[in-house]
């Protein structure tokens, strides 16, 4: 799972910890001749720059010994100055989460994510809505980072406006229920998920008194964090199950958007 919870900017040291592949100053052999090693590092130092700072990085674990420092990566940023507050005074704060491998078959991809502060969980904007960007490492310098991080923050105004147009949202149990299941097919794919008894009531239980509420903002969240974080139980060949936390950075990533974008289809 994304570590969204410390508001607390990471040093390269911190960094390397969690992702020693980061700083890894070679690209893997057998890459292209034409391939730019561009270091995820420098990418950190670029953000720095423009007001960006590191609040979590996370890689996938290498499956053979050859590919141990070159895997997937990725590095979230947070720019304390940044901040969005919904109608009901939700906080969150806008994050740049950035993607990178150093074995050729990664370019740099920036997606759009959130950190609400009430309950400490972050989600990542569907890129249907916000678009992400990708930087080759051919073509990689620092004006077309600021270029792109600019137009990203430029898209804020529309993040604020789904925040809103969620808050004023209603949902009844009838369409709670919906984005429920619908979270489910996410979680475990259709096929599976028709295969598993859930307990409705446990996984539309709010968490927290400040998500008391029937808006599709409060709802989503409620829902979001418990599919990340796997607090609710389903029976599966009639055995009570309990779910496991999201762990796999890309597969956290990929649950959120999808999430987010179908969240967005109860707009009224």
């Not at 040291?13 to 969690?18: A, M, P, S, V």
């Not at 893997?28 to 950190?44: D, F």
């Not at 996370?58 to 109608?87: C, D, W, Y």
């Not at 009838?174 to 446990?202: C, H, P, Q, T, V």
Request: glycine letters at 4%.
């Amino acid at each position: 799972m994304l570590d969204f919870n410390s508001t607390k900017v990471l040093s390269k040291e911190e960094i390397r910890e969690l992702a020693p592949s980061v700083f890894n100053t070679e690209s893997s052999p057998g890459v292209s001749k034409h391939y730019t090693h561009i270091p995820t590092e420098h990418v950190i130092d670029d953000m720095k720059v423009l007001g960006w700072s590191v609040c979590d990085a996370k890689e996938v674990k290498a499956r053979k010994s050859s590919t141990m420092g070159f895997q997937k990566h990725l590095v979230v940023f947070r720019n304390p100055e940044l901040s969005i507050t919904g109608q009901n005074g939700d906080d969150v704060h806008p994050q740049i989460l950035v993607t990178n491998s150093h074995d050729g078959k990664n370019s740099f991809t920036f997606n759009s994510g959130l950190f609400r502060m009430i309950c400490e969980n972050g989600l990542v904007i569907s890129t249907v809505d916000f678009g992400s960007v990708k930087i080759r490492h051919m073509g990689y310098d620092f004006e077309e980072l600021q270029t792109q991080i600019k137009m990203m923050v430029e898209e804020l105004p529309l993040t604020v406006e789904s925040m809103n147009r969620m808050e004023s949202t209603e949902l009844g149990q009838k369409e709670a229920l919906s984005l429920a299941k619908e979270a489910m097919d996410i979680r475990f794919g259709e096929e599976k998920a028709k295969e598993l008894e859930f307990n409705w009531e446990e996984i539309l239980e709010p968490t927290r008194p400040e998500d008391i509420a029937q808006s599709l903002w409060h709802v989503f969240n409620v829902i979001q964090e418990k599919i990340i974080n796997g607090n609710f139980t389903y029976r599966s060949n009639n055995k009570i199950r309990k779910a496991r936390e999201v762990k796999n950075f890309t597969q956290d990533q990929t649950i959120n958007s999808q999430l987010f974008e179908k969240a967005m289809e109860y707009v009224s």
